[in-house]
């Protein structure tokens, strides 16, 4: 589903400008923009415009796409009539003739929205307080908004899909089929943007949307600054988004979307289990009504299984009453999503609530802190019975995001390799419980896309 990095002898330098996008902006943006380029958010915001380039590369390992390509550049240049970057070396496959492809110039400005201008806003507007939940949320809010990604004018239909980015072919032909199936139904898209279970349902629906004559529909792509390199955006998405780290990535899906649909992955996919599960299990939450369903093809039955037992295994029974799970049957995933959505309406209306961002909803603060996967951090999550299972819930998710940054995170690649693995730690039952699940993501290669190569990061500690 993509090619490998290409040989260091296809690079291609030249200029662009914004079709639309910051096309119009004060000399005070454009400084700010050219400030905050030469500030520490430069590499964050080179890494990101490489990835939007290195589209369709079967690549994800963040470190080897940066070295691959270590004598990239991308600079902002400051015109009178506004803005143009100014690219060195980039990856070839972003070009058609010498020309950037439309699409991957509107993720490039995209990158620079949300790195360095919105980024900018909110590290100096004492607006903005983020050491709140309130004030987190606002700034996700103010994050969408001014990405343009947020309707007001439209009835729920944005379903938020979720799977891994290394899959099978039977698993990618099953999330373009249900995809299709949605884009029948006038739904539209939302996932991480990436390879695999993010890029099939956007196909499977914008080909439905043809077929309907559906001219404006949406492939929202959410992604941030750790993990994009990893997952470059599939050339599908007509919207990119790029929030400032995973937690509010994740907060952001919520709240945006209308119902969740979760195919087959690895631990970055379980990471959105249980992130969305705890919110559900948290006390303030009772009234949310949000749509899950699990689906997989025929062939990975028992994939959804593991996941139903593991899930009773650690949040218990009230936990797996919170989702369905459909295997094969695209069309009843469809049908079964279409049908919530006058539900979720109907919540929506009765608490006078916006259609486009689920203010209701609550995210606890534990849930918004972003987890550093440190050594430290790791060894210190607890996972054990003696605690309810909404702080399992969250123990259990940022233990996966750990294991997210040891496989493919520049900073999290780096760690194991200063300290080695991580060692995760807790009661049997539970040390019992992950092993097995991470043991089966290793042996049916969805840790990372090159599975023949894969090393784990972690090791598994059972407390005495």
């Not at 914004?18 to 004060?26: G, K, T």
């Amino acid at each position: 589903m993509g090619s490998s990095l290409p040989s260091g002898t296809e690079r291609v330098s030249t200029s662009v400008t914004p079709d639309s996008s910051l096309e119009i902006l004060s000399r005070r943006e454009i400084e700010q923009l050219y400030d905050a380029s030469q500030a520490e958010l430069y590499q964050i915001y080179r890494q990101c415009s490489l990835a939007v380039l290195n589209c369709g590369s079967s690549e994800d390992d963040t470190n080897k796409v940066l070295e691959a390509y270590a004598s990239f550049d991308v600079r902002i240049i400051q015109r009178e009539r506004g803005i143009k970057l100014e690219i060195s070396n980039a990856p070839a496959q972003a070009f058609v003739d010498g020309v950037m492809i439309k699409g991957i110039k509107e993720h490039l400005f995209a990158v620079l929205r949300d790195i360095i201008f919105v980024q900018n806003q909110l590290r100096f507007n004492p607006y903005y307080d983020l050491s709140t939940s309130s004030g987190t949320t606002d700034a996700i809010f103010n994050i969408l908004r001014n990405a343009k990604v947020l309707i007001a004018e439209k009835d729920p239909n944005l379903v938020v899909v979720w799977g891994g980015h290394s899959i099978s072919r039977e698993e990618y032909d099953h999330t373009k089929a249900v995809g299709y199936e949605l884009g029948l139904r006038g739904l539209d898209v939302c996932t991480g943007c990436g390879p695999g279970a993010m890029k099939g349902p956007m196909k499977g629906a914008a080909v439905a949307h043809r077929k309907q004559r559906i001219g404006n529909g949406r492939y929202l792509g959410i992604s941030e600054p750790g993990i994009i390199a990893a997952e470059s955006p599939n050339p599908v998405v007509n919207d990119l988004v790029i929030m400032p780290d995973i937690e509010k990535r994740l907060e952001a899906f919520v709240r945006v979307g209308h119902g969740i649909l979760v195919f087959p992955g690895g631990v970055g996919t379980a990471e959105e289990i249980f992130y969305l599960l705890g919110l559900m299990l948290h006390e303030d939450n009772q009234q949310q009504r949000i749509p899950i369903i699990f689906s997989a093809p025929e062939t990975s039955a028992d994939y959804f299984e593991s996941i139903d037992r593991f899930i009773g295994l650690t949040l218990g029974a009230d936990a797996q009453t919170m989702y369905d799970i459909i295997i094969g049957e695209p069309d009843a995933v469809a049908v079964r999503m279409l049908e919530s959505m006058d539900t979720v309406r109907n919540i929506r209306c009765d608490a006078r609530d916006a259609f486009y961002f689920n203010w209701s909803l609550v995210v606890p603060r534990e849930m918004q802190l972003p987890f550093y996967p440190s050594h430290e951090n790791m060894q210190a999550l607890r996972l054990n019975t003696q605690q309810s299972a909404f702080e399992t819930a969250v123990n259990l998710r940022a233990m996966f995001s750990g294991l997210v940054a040891g496989n493919v995170k520049a900073e999290g690649i780096a760690e194991i390799a200063r300290h080695g693995n991580f060692q995760i730690t807790g009661e049997q039952s539970f040390m019992q419980a992950i092993d097995g699940l991470l043991q089966s993501f290793v042996e049916q290669g969805r840790m990372k896309i090159n599975a023949s190569d894969y090393r784990a990061c972690y090791d598994i500690v059972s407390e005495a």
